[in-house]
Structures are given as structure tokens and as C-alpha cells.
């Protein structure tokens, strides 16, 4: 089964992005055809650096490798190297009605936040569609959040399909939410937004930093505390044993335990958890070429993929 997914370069990757997304991305690929791409043509709707762009590419190729992806397994690539999802979106584009475009949630909510309305942040979900349709994708693992952008692939690639024969496979999406959201050191969920963010690779001194900075009641140290409310507790979840999660869980409701003590453990958690990957890490930025060989290779084998569904669609909509 074909598995499709990318991932924007628009900071470096967090907490909340291993556990909301690249875990189960690295599940995936193990028992399916895995194809994630990093998306730079999406990140540029809101118009990065050049040189803040080239440092966000390398460091999501980095951390993927780092954090287990297999090439040989999984074909990995820079989605600007597959020219074809252009095209394709073109195609696309001359058969989807304005009216599905200005429906999308995500284009009106950026809209309401005050973001300028650019074309591209307005056709997001058409390239969105040539990048699931290029790859002939059977699942599309999404947050909730980006539902009906696989709903809107849907509809354009069975108008498509209606009107110049079958050309596309219609994919089914994904949900990955079943993992609660990744609270911030501010108590909201944790994005490059908001500033509140933990780092996947941060130096050791600085994620405790972060760590201890996590927002908290005013509780005091003989308080009974309320796990269920507390996010030192929520992230505790993530990386304590079962056992050790209901010891805590029980310090908590009984009092006498601070929150700096938590705070304590789950750094160290973090740190253990992440220390293989860490050191993995620290290789690949020693050894850049390997990475670029890695986008390249991924790149081949990609554009070989959505080179047949474009020529498909070309013969079949009447471009020889």
C-alpha cells in the first residue's frame, strides 16, 4: 500500500511533530511503500528567507534520517526536484471550480488571522491534490485539521476522472490524531506559531531550559495537583513507562511533590528517549553529501512514479 505524506520546512522539527506526525510516518514505512517529501512549494506561501529555507530543508532531511527513515525502503525527496506535480497541477486546476477553493477551512481561518491573501495560500490545496493524485496515493495520513483537503483531491480527481476517463486513483485519508496534542512550554499546542516549542535535536542545557520554563499552576509543594489539567503530566505520558506514569499520577493527587521535580524527570526522559537519535544526528550533519545523495536518489525514483501519472493524464485530456 502506498503511503503519502510531506512535511513543510518552516522551522526546526519539535516535539509535537515526532509524536503528531514523523512517528507514525516511521511506522508506516514499515510494513507499506512509504513516500514523504519535504514540501518547499508549500512553505513558500509564506515567504521564508532564502537562506532560513536552505538551512530548514537540511535539517528536516537530517532529522527524518536521523530519527529512523530508511531510503531503500522509503522514497524520500525535496518536493521542488519533481517537476511533474507542477504540471499536474495545472491539469488540475483548469477542471476545479474557484468556488471549491474559497470553501477551504484552512484558507479562511489564515484569512480571519489577518494573513495576506497570496495566490498560492489560495491554491495550496490544488498542489496539495497534484502531490497525493502524482504518486497514485491509497492513504494520506493527515491531522484532522487537513481532512477536507483530501476530500477536495477527491472531488477534483474523480471530476477529472468523469470527464476525460480514468486517470487517477482516489485516495482515502489517514487520521493520525489518536495521539492527544503535544502541549507548548506555554500550555497551548505546540507550534513554531507560538514560540513555545521544544526541539526534536535542542542542545542538552537548553531543553532542560525549556523544560523547566513549562507552564504550571500555583500550586504549592503540599497541594494535592491535578494531573489531568497539568502539561509536565501530558508530556510525561509521552515518555514514562506505564508504571512509572501511575507513581507519578499518585505524587500528583496526594501532594507533597513540586512541579520542578517532574519538570527534572521528564528532561532526563526526553534526553534517554531522544540520545540514540541524538547521536545519529550529530553524524549526519558531519556528512551533508550524504543527505543530498539521499534527496537526489529519492528524487529519481519519485519523478519516475508521477511521470506516469502525468503522461497518462496528458494522453488523456488531449496534450500529445
Given at each position: ?6 512535511i513543510q520546512p518552516s522551522g526546526r522539527l ?307
Open positions: 500500500m502506498k503511503i503519502l505524506s510531506g519539535h516535539i509535537g511533530n515526532y509524536f503528531g506526525a514523523m512517528k507514525q510516518h516511521l511506522q508506516l514505512q514499515d510494513a507499506n511503500d512509504g513516500f514523504y517529501f519535504i514540501a518547499e512549494y508549500h512553505a513558500l506561501t509564506s515567504n521564508p528567507e532564502p537562506d532560513t529555507l536552505r538551512d530548514y530543508v537540511f535539517a528536516v532531511a537530517a532529522d527524518y534520517l536521523a530519527l529512523g527513515l530508511n531510503p531503500e525502503k522509503t522514497v524520500f525527496w525535496r518536493q521542488t526536484d519533481v517537476p511533474e506535480v507542477v504540471e499536474l497541477m495545472w491539469l488540475l486546476s483548469c477542471v476545479t471550480p474557484v468556488g471549491l477553493m474559497e470553501r477551504c477551512v484552512s484558507y479562511k481561518d489564515k484569512l480571519a488571522k489577518g494573513l495576506s491573501a497570496n495566490h498560492g495560500l489560495f491554491t495550496y490545496p490544488l498542489l496539495q491534490a497534484a502531490d497525493i493524485l502524482a504518486f497514485e496515493s491509497d492513504l494520506v495520513p493527515v491531522g484532522a485539521d487537513q481532512k477536507q483537503h483530501i476530500e477536495v483531491t477527491c472531488d477534483i480527481a474523480q471530476k477529472f476522472n468523469h470527464l476525460y476517463g480514468e486517470t487517477f486513483k482516489i485516495p482515502k485519508e489517514y487520521i493520525i490524531d489518536s495521539v492527544a496534542v503535544v502541549p507548548g512550554i506555554d500550555g497551548q499546542k505546540m507550534s513554531k506559531s507560538y514560540d513555545n516549542t521544544i526541539e526534536i535535536f535542542e542542545p542538552e542545557k537548553k531543553m532542560r531550559k525549556k523544560v523547566m520554563k513549562i507552564k504550571t499552576d500555583s500550586a504549592g509543594v503540599d497541594e494535592p495537583k491535578n494531573p489531568d489539567t497539568c502539561s509536565v503530566f501530558a508530556l510525561l505520558k509521552l515518555f514514562a513507562s506505564e508504571d512509572e506514569l501511575k507513581e507519578w499520577d499518585k505524587k500528583y493527587r496526594e501532594g507533597g511533590m513540586g512541579y520542578g521535580d517532574a519538570k527534572k524527570r521528564l528532561a532526563e526522559l526526553m534526553l534517554e528517549f531522544f540520545k540514540p537519535y541524538r547521536e545519529k544526528r550529530e553524524e549526519l550533519d558531519k556528512d551533508p553529501a550524504y543527505i543530498e545523495k539521499v534527496l537526489k536518489g529519492g528524487a529519481e525514483r519519485a519523478r519516475a512514479a508521477a511521470g506516469e501519472t502525468l503522461a497518462r493524464a496528458r494522453h488523456n485530456i488531449g496534450i500529445r
